[in-house]
């Protein structure tokens, strides 16, 4: 079997990631007509392949990307979203623009998957998806993930992976500790686990599926907003194949791949003029901004690097993506203050365990060392006490 380090030598991964990596440094109006062409190559291949092409849309990159696609005449674009998970600012936005709503993909039973139903049946996405999928594998072992679960308490691959003894398949030591218990018997090693579970389902079940459904339906294919700047497990993707993929499983278009989080706000905010002057000729509804509220205004600081000064992630209000990475007020202090009500369900009570009593949120966060509480604008939790607002 060819392995991992054979595999990158006939794809000349080095060489392509060097190129991309070029690529990103180019100044920003170059980039700008680099995604220009990426995206009409991408509308002319589907054209001649006999594709339809739509833009999946979520918070702020992908918003900008439809725009940005409209503004340099891309035809006959459609744009969906399963608008019902973003924050309300958001949706207002989607609504302006006429993008079609999605609904979360259907149960066996027949219901359609909410956010409360993926965390009570499937667990908490926590952390990141690459860190979450891990887990739960460790929480749902089986003779067929044997290996996996091995590499990812020790790092040592089989044949396929090449017989590495470190590989990026290992659970960063501080997770280890946390959840690699499940692992004890079988590695000989003392790492603790919860008594919450950890999915990475969430998305595809809510988002993914549902647009991937659409598509299918439509013989239609994405073009994407994601940027290899923000890393995570499509960074690597996005550098081997570049702009536009025409797998055999997949085929998308990521004209903003080589973007930084400066490039896009920059755009964000070119976009929203170019919306002022536009919006009428497509039947769209006039907005104060294209920027949605939850982001705040877009701002420079003094090394001039743009910055939103509301939130800074897209996703969804409920997520545990990336929340110990953020500093206070996270997302969670910011929905207390917002709706305390459902603060207070999301916190503790989407969930009951064996026993019948209510837990939620809360039990994952103070398990990871996150705060999520505050009470007369001062941050309660394990980051000390703090103004908060
Ligand atoms: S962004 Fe987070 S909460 Fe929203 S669908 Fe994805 S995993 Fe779920």
């Not at 667990?123 to 690459?130: D, H, Q």
Request: with cysteine; proline share 4%; charged share 25%.
């Amino acid at each position: 079997m060819e392995s991992v380090f054979e595999r990158m030598e006939r794809e000349h991964t080095e060489y392509k990631v060097d190129m991309f990596r070029v690529k990103q440094q180019l100044p920003y109006e170059i980039k700008k007509k680099y995604a220009a062409m990426k995206a009409w190559q991408f509308q002319k291949e589907c054209w001649q392949k006999g594709y339809n092409y739509h833009v999946s849309v979520g918070g702020l990159d992908s918003i900008t990307l439809y725009l940005f696609l409209l503004s340099i005449g891309i035809p006959d674009l459609k744009a969906v979203s399963v608008s019902s998970l973003e924050d309300k600012s958001i949706r207002k936005i989607h609504r302006a623009l006429n993008i079609e709503c999605l609904k979360p993909s259907l149960r066996p039973d027949g219901t359609r998957w909410t956010k409360a139903k993926i965390l009570q049946e499937f667990g908490f996405p926590v952390l990141s998806k690459e860190i979450a999928a891990k887990i739960e594998l460790l929480q749902n072992p089986s003779e067929d993930n044997k290996t996996v679960r091995h590499a990812i308490i020790t790092g040592e691959t089989g044949a396929y992976g090449g017989f590495q003894k470190s590989s990026r398949m290992k659970l960063s030591q501080i997770w280890l500790e946390k959840f690699g218990g499940y692992e004890n018997d079988n590695e000989g090693v003392n790492y603790q686990k919860p008594d919450f579970l950890v999915s990475s389902k969430c998305c595809y079940y809510l988002k993914e599926k549902p647009c991937d459904d659409w598509a299918k339906e439509h013989n239609s294919v994405p073009y994407l907003g994601l940027m290899a700047s923000e890393g995570g497990r499509r960074a690597k993707a996005l550098m081997m194949h570049g702009c536009n993929y025409f797998g055999k499983s997949a085929i998308r278009s990521a004209p903003f791949a080589i973007f930084s989080r400066n490039d896009i706000l920059r755009l964000a905010l070119e976009m929203n003029d170019w919306y002022q002057l536009h919006y009428s000729e497509y039947g769209f509804s006039p907005l104060e901004s294209t920027i949605p509220d939850i982001y705040g205004t877009i701002e420079q600081n003094q090394k001039g690097e743009l910055y939103t000064t509301g939130a800074k992630r897209t996703g969804c209000d409920i997520c545990g993506f990336g929340v110990h990475m953020e500093k206070r007020p996270n997302r969670f202090d910011l929905l207390k203050e917002r709706n305390p009500k459902a603060w207070e369900y999301w916190m503790f009570n989407v969930c009951h365990d064996d026993k019948g009593s209510p837990y939620g949120w809360a039990k994952v966060l103070d398990y990871i060392g996150v705060g999520y509480d505050w009470q007369d604008g001062k941050m309660i939790g394990t980051d000390g006490q703090m103004t908060l607002f």
